[in-house]
């Protein structure tokens, strides 16, 4: 049996408590180190999950020998610099969503990764769940063929606060974060890549800095349209929602679940050894590292979202 896979992880807030409850399930995998932007906060967190080391500095945690690679949950604008970070130190990386809030930041990485020939991923979970991993079988066995992608990604977010209902230190991003999911989903299940793509947004907030609310047009080279709209303003239900239209079927996904078009549950038990997306998400990171081979979501695999990001973001600013 090969030797436990040594991770350091990034973040202790909604997303870094995700990927350490993620971890817990599987096998041949030691967090052995954990890093946050408050030293109590860490230590406590890295005391209930069983950690030795507990920083504020992802230096120290580079610093190890025993880490083989670092999963990153840190604020956005963090993203790109870190993960260039572990990269320059021999280190494997994860980064969650968004891997950049630039096209350049994120050129930067994509071209870092290529010249390192280490396992540098991206965290679009939405390849990994189990009910979007229904749909892209359905499609590669020829039994489904999208027409048209619904998404509405609404979130009551009108203050500077996390998922936790904790202030936060930086400004979330409707099209840098949540579009960018609902992009590279989009060219992932039609197989094809985007040769159209329209924006709007409404007012900027005044303290904030960011629109509120916006709505995007994708379509596909395969023929099939995406119509996206996203609202920090909205007050319930709150979550990303997507009905695929297509020649066979509607299919109405709300993260880890599945639902037809008269809201009869699907079975997606059965699609992969997991229901946590998270959890299936890191399993692919680590299969990649010890197999030796580019994973899904590789850094160079998503980059065409972000080239399709800053095409909108240019038009947004027009």
């Known amino acids: 049996m090969s030797r436990p896979l040594?991770?350091?992880?990034?973040?202790?807030?909604?997303?870094g408590t995700k990927h350490l409850d993620g971890l817990r399930a599987i096998d041949g995998v030691e967090v052995v180190s954990l890093v946050g932007h408050d030293l109590g906060k860490t230590k406590s967190a890295a005391y209930k999950y069983g950690i030795a080391h507990a920083t504020t500095q992802l230096s120290d945690?580079?610093?190890?020998?025993?880490?083989?690679?670092?999963?990153?949950?840190?604020?956005?604008?963090?993203?790109a610099g870190q993960a260039m970070q572990c990269l320059k130190a021999g280190k494997h990386v994860q980064v969650?969503?968004?891997?950049?809030?630039?096209?350049?930041?994120?050129?930067?990485?994509?071209?870092?990764?290529?010249?390192?020939?280490?396992?540098?991923?991206?965290?679009?979970?939405?390849?990994?769940?189990?009910?979007?991993?229904?749909v892209h079988q359905e499609t590669l066995a020829g039994r489904f063929s999208l027409q048209h992608m619904d998404v509405q990604t609404y979130f009551f977010r009108r203050s500077n606060m996390n998922a936790l209902g904790q202030p936060r230190s930086w400004t979330d991003h409707l099209l840098w974060h949540h579009a960018a999911h609902t992009v590279?989903?989009?060219?992932?299940q039609t197989g094809g890549e985007v040769v159209q793509a329209n924006a709007v947004q409404g007012p900027v907030h005044p303290e904030l800095g960011i629109a509120m609310d916006m709505s995007i047009?994708?379509?596909?080279?395969?023929?099939?349209?995406?119509?996206?709209?996203?609202?920090?303003?909205?007050?319930?239900?709150?979550?990303?929602?997507?009905?695929?239209?297509?020649?066979t079927a509607t299919y109405i996904a709300r993260y880890d679940d599945l639902y037809n078009g008269k809201e009869?549950?699907?079975?997606?038990?059965?699609?992969?050894v997991s229901m946590n997306g998270i959890e299936l998400q890191d399993r692919e990171f680590i299969a990649a590292i010890r197999e030796g081979r580019e994973p899904n979501a590789s850094v160079a695999k998503v980059l065409p979202c972000y080239r399709v990001l800053h095409q909108l973001e240019q038009q947004l600013l027009a």
Do not use: W
């Open 6 to 15: 040594k991770l350091a992880l990034a973040g202790v807030g909604a997303f």
């Open 61 to 79: 945690s580079l610093a190890l020998p025993q880490v083989d690679a670092v999963i990153l949950c840190t604020p956005t604008p963090l993203h």
């Open 96 to 134: 969650e969503i968004p891997l950049a809030d630039s096209l350049a930041d994120a050129k930067a990485v994509a071209a870092l990764a290529a010249q390192s020939g280490l396992v540098a991923m991206c965290g679009h979970t939405r390849r990994f769940n189990p009910s979007h991993q229904y």
């Open 184 to 188: 590279d989903l989009f060219a992932y």
């Open 217 to 247: 047009q994708l379509k596909s080279s395969t023929g099939a349209i995406c119509t996206l709209a996203l609202s920090f303003n909205n007050d319930g239900p709150l979550g990303s929602f997507f009905r695929y239209i297509g020649d």
């Open 264 to 272: 009869e549950k699907i079975d997606v038990s059965n699609v992969d």
